[in-house]
């Protein structure tokens, strides 16, 4: 646990779970899609549906996909800049049943086409939790440097991943694996010590069996 | 490498290598985030003077977006100053600043989130208060800051510092026995002294509910920051006489978490009980839509 999460961050009010946290839920989304995101579908559920629209987290959430940070003093004028910009934003109810009470559903398309799907949970003190990527469960903080390859559930991928990272002297400080059926789609979520050097992810890319490689660089 | 899970581990850590609370806070932040005690405690004293900028930057004029927020900081400041002030200059000093944080808050002003920002008022109010009064060196005061931080870090761990998922407890409560943690270091105390301030504080929170006037920040959260101020103070000053709490420091943590769980959801943040369901809120709700 950061010390900074208990004391901080310096942010713009009035709810570090609902104004901060969305925010942050939008920024780490942003750095995912690693590029302009041009369409963002954003699907409220629990407490951000019933009580968000005072706390700003519409706003905090668009604000984060445009990439400002939490004390960006922008963030009460995000709706309008995002409009000027020519972002397009479509807000609803999530369907997601017995998630966290305080859980952002963000359909979004990038400037390229990419898409991505990211359900974020804010857990308090501006703390979060990304713990969807495309449907599949996750589960990390946004703290650490990120890899999330999604495979096919096939022997050796894990070991190619992790061959790489200490081919590049990278420390890995947790991991995760998750499947959606045996030999279905897999994902393999990895934070890190140090950044992973975009050639890494590069050779990740073109990796026979990798569907698809998302980095949650920490470096602006 | 220092790791602490619970505030026992805080104490038994201080006693057996002959350290400070705030030294066992701050070298675990330095091992954690691979940088220097001194990096760290620059950090620490940024929070600190951005709580500060914060309380500076108060502007009475302002009113919330709902209009239901702004200027009570200023009547706070001009009562205290008829020399009607029932409570002493510290506290009463404290009561003004944590209302005007409350406010900037509520305002949609940058503030510093301790833990949360709906409790932002809390600690900066009794710190910022307490170095005027006593003429504290900032440097004490950041060292006392790292004591809120690990006090916080140990409920957020045990138990929640979310409203949503534990009440008000987890928040206005969390941030009033961080403060006053910090507070008895201030005035002297020794670990074991902080842990009892600690759960003077948190235990006479426990069970507040989390029902805000139309889901937002500010009725009852901003006046809360106040209680959560004077609770601080007197929680401070018990463990300062020697008084000590028949519950265990991390039993008091250990019992919000379970208070918070069984707290109905319509007291958690969703504005479906409590005050948010009063005549007067549904006429508040009424004027807002």
């Known amino acids: 646990m950061n010390i900074f999460d208990i004391i901080g961050p310096v942010m713009v009010g009035p709810s570090s779970s609902h104004t901060a946290g969305a925010a942050k839920i939008g920024y780490i989304s942003r750095k995912l899609m690693g590029e302009e995101i041009v369409k963002a579908e954003i699907l ?33 004028e995000s709706l309008n800049i995002a409009k000027r910009r020519g972002m397009e934003v479509i807000f609803g109810e999530s369907d997601l049943k017995e998630a966290h009470p305080n859980t952002a559903q963000l ?4 400037v390229t086409g990419r898409k991505l799907e990211v359900v974020g949970e804010s857990l308090g003190g501006s703390r979060i939790n990304i713990a969807k990527i495309d449907g599949i469960e996750t589960n990390f903080s946004g703290d650490y440097p990120t890899l999330v390859v999604h495979n ?5 991928h894990v070991s190619e991943v992790t061959a790489m990272l200490a081919h590049k002297s990278v420390n890995i400080a947790a991991m995760q694996l998750y499947r959606s059926n045996r030999g279905g789609d897999a994902v393999m979520v990895i934070e890190c010590d140090q950044e992973v050097p975009p050639e890494g992810i590069k050779w990740l890319e073109k990796a026979e069996g990798v569907v698809k490689v998302t980095y949650l660089s920490l470096e602006d | 490498m220092i790791v602490y899970n619970t505030v026992e581990d805080i104490v038994r850590i201080c006693r057996e290598n002959n350290m400070l609370f705030w030294q066992v806070i701050m070298r675990a932040d330095a091992q954690e985030r691979m940088v220097s005690e001194d990096i760290s405690f620059a950090a620490m004293r940024e929070m600190y003077r951005a709580m500060k900028r914060a309380d500076s930057e108060y502007d009475k004029n302002l009113k919330s977006p709902s209009g239901l927020s702004g200027g009570d900081g200023e009547k706070m400041r001009i009562f205290n100053s008829t020399g009607n002030n029932l409570c002493g200059a510290f506290m009463g000093l404290a009561m003004e600043k944590a209302i005007k944080m ?11 989130a301790a833990p949360t920002a709906g409790a932002c008022g809390v600690i900066p109010a009794v710190f910022l ?25 140990v409920i957020a761990k045990n138990a929640s510092i979310a409203g949503a998922s534990g009440g008000c407890q987890a928040e206005i409560g969390s941030a009033s026995s961080m403060a006053a943690a910090g507070l008895a270091y201030l005035q002297g105390g020794d670990a074991e002294c902080i842990a009892h301030a600690m759960a003077f504080a948190l235990k006479n929170m426990l069970g507040l509910t989390c029902d805000p006037v139309c889901g937002l920040v500010e009725v009852p959260c901003i006046k809360r920051n106040s209680a959560g101020a004077v609770n601080a103070i007197s929680s401070a000053q018990m463990a300062m006489a020697g008084i000590r709490s028949a519950i265990t420091p991390d039993e008091v943590i250990d019992s919000m978490r379970r208070i918070g769980n069984a707290m109905p959801s319509c007291l958690k943040e969703t504005g479906e009980g409590g005050l948010a369901i009063t005549p007067s809120a549904q006429r508040i709700k009424e004027t807002l839509q």
């Not at chain 1, 096919?152 to 050796?156: L, N, R, S, V, Y």
């Not at chain 2, 409350?102 to 510093?112: D, F, L, Q, T, Y």
């Not at chain 2, 208060?129 to 870090?153: H, L, Q, R, W």
Request: contains cysteine; proline residues 5%.
């Open chain 1, 44 to 76: 409220l559920y629990g407490s951000f549906l019933a009580t968000g629209k005072g706390h700003g987290t519409r706003m905090a959430l668009v604000a984060g996909l445009m990439g400002m940070k939490p004390d960006d003093c922008r963030i009460p």
């Open chain 1, 107 to 110: 359909k979004l398309t990038g």
């Open chain 1, 152 to 156: 096919i559930d096939q022997p050796g």
């Open chain 2, 102 to 112: 409350g406010e900037s808050n509520a305002c949609m002003k940058r503030i510093v």
């Open chain 2, 129 to 153: 208060s307490y170095e005027t009064c006593f003429n504290a060196p900032e440097d004490k005061m950041v060292e006392a800051m790292f004591i809120t931080a690990g006090i916080g870090a």
